[in-house]
């Protein structure tokens, strides 16, 4: 049996991998830009996660895609959408969040989960890229600034400033015509990160606003969005450590509990193991002949496992 | 099949090509309750009026972009000629959107005879089923002065038996798409239910007779994952790509509550007695049928008849199709949202537009209702 999972996200602008060990922990990671051609993204992202785990893609017992290229994926033995995925990962980030905001790429997404990390209900925007990642990226290029930049401008911003269009071509003609009115870049990129916090407010209002709120996807690395999107909410976000992986790690979780369900007869707990070795030295003590030395006996010197190690049989003996 | 997608696909089309075989007149139809046993009777094709796959175009300058694609798609076909082969209109007033088009198409074609059918909205008031009785007598007048010929009581009797066969013959269609295993997808049954709306009915049964006998004998359908039921759409065909998108992610559709679906073959008219008296009883019916949230009746729920649907469907869930600015529809979907999160039943709801669809993202959204119904399946 295979002792890794991987999950990929398979965004519009990033890929995602992540590689989880049986455990559920995780081994390793990537976060690669998808380029020109989102494929080799997406290649790059998964080498880069099995050659930091010292893996290759045979090592892997299960892999599952999410996001937008998620059916292009041929490593990947199932996909499940982003939605799925990302309340998954975000819950096993934040194991008590109950409310998950994303926003990625070209969509973004509220989702509010159970306490098992399933998806009870969700919105998306359905019609244009309005309070998303690309609408940052237009309007970075628009105000001649660095993507990355722009959250910390914006957080200087002093006067408040309205960008009512969400449409991002007519939200870049308001934007230049706020700079050549003469408001300041802080101000007017101010004015963009609240308009994305609205409209990130009305798809929490279809959903239902409770928390704790987590924050997903690559936007959530904006320190702009964030305190927009807190200021509109009026509660406290949570954000994960690596907020881009939460997909992939979603995808990973799935892929692991799947892997596990079918390869339950491989798999025992520890205290079980050690039960049965103690099991099996005890009815070996009792056979005729036998040199009251079992040859299956525990030695004390030895090192024990790990707790909540899984560890597979040898084939030999799952078969008996 | 391929006659009942033909005439599915080009209603007008239809219409044309049987004027010019019969000789006969043609009356086109707002949805919903249009008695078409009557026109059948009066010798004419009673068809229903069909949105258009079309963009809007003139039509713009007549209906502001908020009515609903239906009633915008009708005013456009007016304005732009494609309803030369109708002579005569028909218009209800199910909702002020349905008004203010055949306000926009009377004053389009001013040269193409006009009726209007006003039907009571009360349901269950003591004087209900003789207003109605009176609204379909009048109906009868006019058409028998449109045609210029009375209609007999023998011929109703007999367009009504006619009529009242195509419907149980789609009846029986539904009854084994309950099953799972039915091998008519959802376009297919759309095909079905909207050509018994435009084509010759005798035509229609035919043809009807010959598929059911065929559908029968057919292997069953692969049953896919999830079994749901869709509802809403109360005037205009949910357009097939959406259809066929939804079977795509997993889904077996087991039943529906659509007016192109089970809304419109749900109730036969009673075929003995007073034919206008058994009009006005089948109109009453209907709406126990099938609840329309147009209509007003105090002892029926459509949230509680949708749920039992899904129970004698054994329904996993439900994907709500609702038409843009369908103002009886957003009227009364918080009651059916209540209802189905106070049951516990999964429920997607889906906006469509008339055009400019963003059906990638709409699949995201539906396969992720699908991952949720299983998981809670699982659960």
């Known amino acids: 049996m295979k002792q890794h999972v991987m999950g990929v996200d398979f965004g519009s602008t990033t890929a995602k991998t992540v590689i989880l060990n049986l455990a559920g922990n995780i081994v390793a990671h990537s976060v690669a830009h998808m380029g020109a051609v989102s494929g080799n993204g997406v290649k790059h992202s998964m080498k880069e996660a099995l050659d930091l785990a010292g893996l290759a893609q045979s090592d892997i017992g299960r892999t599952v895609s999410t996001g937008y290229g998620r059916r292009m994926l041929d490593e990947a033995d199932r996909n499940y959408t982003e939605i799925t995925c990302h309340a998954r990962g975000a819950v096993a980030m934040v194991p008590d969040a109950r409310l998950v905001i994303d926003i990625g790429g070209q969509d973004s997404k509220v989702i509010s989960v159970d306490s098992n990390g399933l998806v009870a209900q969700f919105a998306m925007n359905d019609r244009c890229a309005a309070g998303t990642g690309k609408f940052l990226e237009v309007l970075a290029r628009a105000m001649e600034i660095e993507l990355e930049e722009m959250g910390a401008v914006a957080l200087q911003a002093a006067q408040k400033l309205k960008i009512s269009s969400m449409c991002a071509t007519f939200a870049e003609t308001e934007v230049i015509s706020l700079l050549a009115e003469g408001h300041s870049k802080p101000d007017v990129l101010g004015a963009v990160h609240k308009a994305i916090a609205t409209r990130t407010l009305g798809l929490v209002g279809r959903v239902g606003k409770k928390g704790p709120v987590v924050m997903t996807g690559g936007v959530a690395r904006n320190p702009a969005a964030v305190h927009y999107i807190q200021e509109e909410l009026q509660m406290p976000l949570v954000l994960p450590q690596s907020p881009q992986i939460a997909g992939a790690l979603g995808a990973a979780l799935i892929g692991l509990d799947d892997y596990r369900a079918e390869n339950r007869h491989l798999l025992i707990s520890d205290q079980e193991d050690m039960a049965h070795e103690e099991q099996m030295a005890a009815d070996k003590a009792c056979i005729p002949g036998c040199r009251g030395v079992p040859e299956f006996a525990v030695d004390p010197r030895e090192k024990q496992p790990v707790a909540g190690k899984a560890k597979a049989h040898a084939s030999t003996e799952s078969h008996a | 099949m391929q006659r009942f997608a033909a005439a599915a696909h080009d209603p007008l089309g239809y219409a044309k090509a049987w004027k010019e075989r019969t000789g006969r007149k043609v009356i086109g139809s707002f949805p919903m309750n249009f008695p078409g046993e009557l026109a059948h009777a009066a010798d004419t094709l009673p068809m229903i009026l069909q949105e258009s ?318 991952e949720v119904v299983k998981h809670r399946q699982a659960a």
């Open chain 2, 53 to 370: 796959e079309d963009p809007i175009t003139l039509g713009h300058g007549l209906l502001f972009p908020f009515y609903c694609g239906y009633t915008r798609s009708m005013v456009d076909q007016a304005v732009r000629g494609d309803f030369g082969v109708l002579d005569a209109i028909m218009f209800g007033d199910h909702c002020v959107q349905l008004l203010g088009a055949a306000d926009a198409i009377r004053m389009q074609l001013p040269d193409t005879r006009v009726i209007f059918f006003q039907l009571i909205s009360s349901m269950c008031d003591p004087w209900t089923q003789g207003r109605s009785e009176e609204s379909f007598s009048k109906l009868k007048a006019e058409l028998e002065d449109f045609t210029g010929a009375p209609v007999a009581d023998a011929a109703l009797h007999a367009s009504i038996r006619l009529f009242n066969r195509n419907r149980g013959l789609i009846r029986r269609l539904y009854q084994m798409r309950k099953t799972g295993a039915a091998p008519l997808g959802s376009v297919e049954m759309q095909h079905v239910v909207k050509s018994s709306m435009v084509m010759d009915k005798a035509e229609h049964t035919q043809l009807l007779e010959a598929l059911i006998e065929q559908v029968e004998n057919a292997p069953a359908a692969a049953a896919r994952t999830v079994r749901l039921h869709l509802s809403g759409h109360f005037c205009q065909a949910p357009k097939p790509e959406v259809l066929t998108m939804i079977e795509e992610c997993g889904v077996t559709v087991v039943g529906d509550d659509l007016y192109h679906g089970f809304r419109y073959i749900s109730t036969d008219v009673p075929e003995e007695g007073d034919p206008i008296q058994g009009l006005a009883r089948w109109y009453l019916d209907r709406n126990t049928g099938v609840p329309c949230p147009t209509r007003v009746q105090n002892n029926v729920d459509w949230d509680a008849y949708l749920l039992n649907a899904i129970r004698e469907e054994r329904a996993q869930g439900m994907i709500v199709l609702m038409a843009k600015f369908c103002e009886p529809h957003m009227y009364y979907y918080p009651e059916v949202k209540e209802a189905f999160e106070k049951a516990g039943v999964p429920h997607l709801l889906i906006e469509t537009e008339h055009e400019s669809m963003a059906l990638e993202s709409l699949k995201t959204r539906v396969e992720t209702f699908v």
